[in-house]
């Protein structure tokens, strides 16, 4: 039984024809009659909701667009289905006051519309106001204008005679700008494989959690200090120096006096001492 060679088989992209445009161009002309009926049913009845939600979901994609690009030069934590959202209200207002005897297209028309909405719902998102960053970008203009002119960072008396306004007038400007370096805990850092996307909130550190790293040293640092001591000067430096104890306190939980212990713990720094200075030509 012979065995027959395979071949793979490679399929190459098809060109359109001058047919497959012609039915293109027929099918868009098709969809634009049957929107400009819809139009004109809908001024001679504005109450028509159906007629309404039709020309709606016609020009969505419109808002998909246009709030793609907006989103395209915002940071991170700007949703792109916020501002969809907020264009289509834009839309809808273009829709209602639309007038197609004024000769412009609605395509036209409602466009800025869009934009504007979106626009309304980045300032209501943004709890900083525009002269705020305004102020904030002339200084950080005037800071780096003058640090290349200069070939270091201005002065305060130089920065505020390059903005023409008084040192107090400076003051009250900069207080304003570090308002903008303000970070949203929901700002994402970057996307990760799972459900949850990683985001500012979860990289605060825990000021009341212990490093791990700090505590190991600490505990080499011990074993190293104590190293050849005995258990009874062990445990005056670590009650003494780690869990902070008085001399005092020390000494009631070692059974021994205050005084013995003041000279215990005297005895044990010079003879730590004398030992770091045998040892220091090792570490220069």
Not at 118 to 131: A, G, K, Q, S, T
Not at 133 to 142: D, M, T, Y
Not at 154 to 173: G, K
Request: charged fraction near 35%; glycine fraction near 4%; hydrophobic fraction near 35%.
């Amino acid at each position: 039984m012979s065995k027959q060679s395979s071949r793979q088989t490679i399929v190459e992209p098809r060109i359109p024809t001058e047919s497959d445009a012609a039915a293109l161009e027929k099918a868009e002309k098709k969809k634009a009659e049957a929107i400009a009926r819809v139009w004109k049913k809908f001024i001679k009845d504005r109450s028509n909701q159906d007629l309404r939600n039709q020309l709606i979901e016609n020009y969505l994609p419109l808002v998909r667009y246009h709030g793609e690009r907006l989103w395209s030069r915002l940071p991170d934590e700007v949703d792109v289905d916020d501002l969809v959202s907020a264009g289509i209200f834009g839309l809808m207002d273009a829709v209602d006051a639309y007038e197609p005897d004024r000769g412009v297209k609605f395509e036209t028309y409602c466009v800025p519309r869009i934009r504007g909405a979106m626009l309304d719902e980045l300032r209501n998102m943004d709890w900083v106001p525009r002269l705020v960053r305004s102020r904030a970008r002339k200084i950080s203009e005037a800071n780096k204008e003058l640090s290349d002119r200069l070939g270091r960072l201005p002065s305060r008396e130089e920065l505020a005679q390059h903005l023409n306004v008084s040192s107090a007038e400076l003051d009250r400007m900069t207080a304003d700008a570090n308002t903008v370096s303000l970070v949203s805990l929901n700002k994402k850092w970057f996307e990760t494989d799972g459900a949850k996307d990683v985001s500012e909130i979860d990289l605060i550190e825990d000021q009341k959690s212990e490093d791990p790293t700090s505590r190991i040293q600490k505990l080499d640092v011990m074993r190293l200090v104590t190293k050849g001591l005995s258990r009874n000067e062990r445990m005056i430096l670590i009650l003494y120096y780690y869990e902070e104890m008085t001399m005092k306190e020390v000494g009631m939980t070692l059974d021994l006096s205050e005084s013995r212990v003041s000279q215990m713990h005297s005895s044990i720094v010079s003879r730590l001492q004398q030992q770091l200075r045998e040892r220091r030509p090792e570490f220069i």
